[in-house]
């Protein structure tokens, strides 16, 4: 934070909605200009995501349902973070539910924002190295529908740029890990 500038004063918070998966509250704020106003905010828990990568060098996505956009997008597995969760242990648990692979190497990409507009969550992203495929695979959840995909790094590069639908995440996470393919 830039020096002298102070912070909004929180004057009233609102919980409109408790769900299984976020909040939503709205905000009263006073703007150090003196100015007041509302603000909504989503209150998530944070997620976590792999970026798997098979011994022949494809990566492993998935092609899921996603409601609210009332269609498919490619992405990479990732997972909502339970209560006090360590992000690893979600994508661990994550990566073997939706794709059926495990990791034996991991490597920390970063950290991100995925929409601070309106929303607090945050991803914690990782490179999936030396998969093995699970003999017996977990079972997916029931709210998912979910495929897998194999492809190069370059297949995917040439899906974003056609504008094949990928999530924000995952093309996020996918120019973090491109060094180390």
Known sequence: MPL????????KQRLFHKGRKFDFEVNRLRLPNKSEGEWECIRHPGGALAVPVTNEGK??????????????ILEFPAGTLEYNEDP????????EEETGYSAQKWRKLGEFFLAPGYSDEIIYAFLAQDLEKLEKPP???????????????????????????VDAKSIASFFLARPFL
């Open 139 to 165: 079972t997916q959840d029931e709210d998912e529908d979910i495929e897998t995909v194999l492809m190069t790094p370059e297949e995917l590069e040439a899906a974003i740029l056609q504008g094949e639908p």
């Open 88 to 95: 690893q242990a979600t994508i661990r648990r994550e990566i």
């Open 59 to 72: 990566l492993v996505l998935v092609r899921q349902y996603r409601f609210a956009i009332q269609g498919r």
């Open 4 to 11: 002298g500038r102070e912070l909004p004063q929180l004057l």
